[in-house]
């Protein structure tokens, strides 16, 4: 065996072992899961209550555009809630299963003390989760770090109720970022929009596209 025949075989071995597999792609977190069919019926839109709904929502080419000020009134008269703008998802309340809320979600620079996204009902409080934003960083409620530099600009957001598993889970943009306990069973659904916090701007707007409902 000549010497420049074993230089080659070590060095087509070098080059191998230099070389890891790598996946072709990530899992998708819709993957197992089943389309819930949804219809403008099931997107129920909640506003301050004294005003025309054109005047805090827009729906242009697939884009719902929902803004808010933090001296609006709630969304109805009687309720002690703050101001709010969002969209719950109707005729798809849950209380057991996996579920699985989708869409395409961006915030303009300055909005700021805002809920984005949330699963209302829970055993314990109000929500189950919420997912707000502050100075750009998105996080669950106003503690754990979920995202973060994530203005002017499009992102996907996946949220995942186990309810019998007592788990939440939150990919954004197909990249798992959350995993935490929920807060126990309870009648529940899925809202996306503006919802005003603490330490919120004056005007907070988010925008929509490609909402969807999953469940196994």
Not at 127 to 149: F, H, I
Not at 197 to 214: A, C, H, P, T
């Amino acid at each position: 065996m000549n010497s420049s025949f074993c230089y080659s075989v070590l060095l087509v071995l070098f080059l191998v072992s230099s070389f890891e597999p790598q996946p072709l792609c990530g899992a998708d977190p819709t993957d197992g899961f089943t389309p819930v069919p949804l219809t403008d019926n099931n997107l129920q839109l909640q506003r301050p209550y004294n005003v025309p709904l054109q005047d805090r929502y827009s729906n242009k080419d697939g884009v719902r555009t929902l803004w808010v000020y933090s001296n609006d009134k709630p969304f109805k008269a009687d309720s002690p809630t703050r101001p709010r703008t969002e969209i719950r998802i109707a005729g798809h309340d849950y209380s057991s299963g996996v579920w699985q809320f989708e869409g395409n979600a961006f915030v303009p620079k300055g909005t700021t003390g805002v809920a984005i996204a949330q699963i209302l009902g829970a055993a314990e409080g109000a929500t189950t989760m919420q997912l707000r934003m502050y100075n750009g960083d998105l996080k669950y409620y106003n503690s754990e770090l979920v995202a973060s530099n994530m203005y002017d600009k499009w992102f996907r957001v996946n949220i995942i109720h186990d309810v019998n598993g007592g788990k939440v889970t939150v990919f954004i943009d197909g990249v798992q970022k959350y995993v935490g306990k929920d807060k126990g069973k309870a009648t529940m659904y899925f809202k996306c929009g503006v919802y005003t916090q603490d330490g919120s701007s004056n005007y907070m707007e988010s925008r929509w596209k490609g909402i969807k409902l999953f469940k196994k």
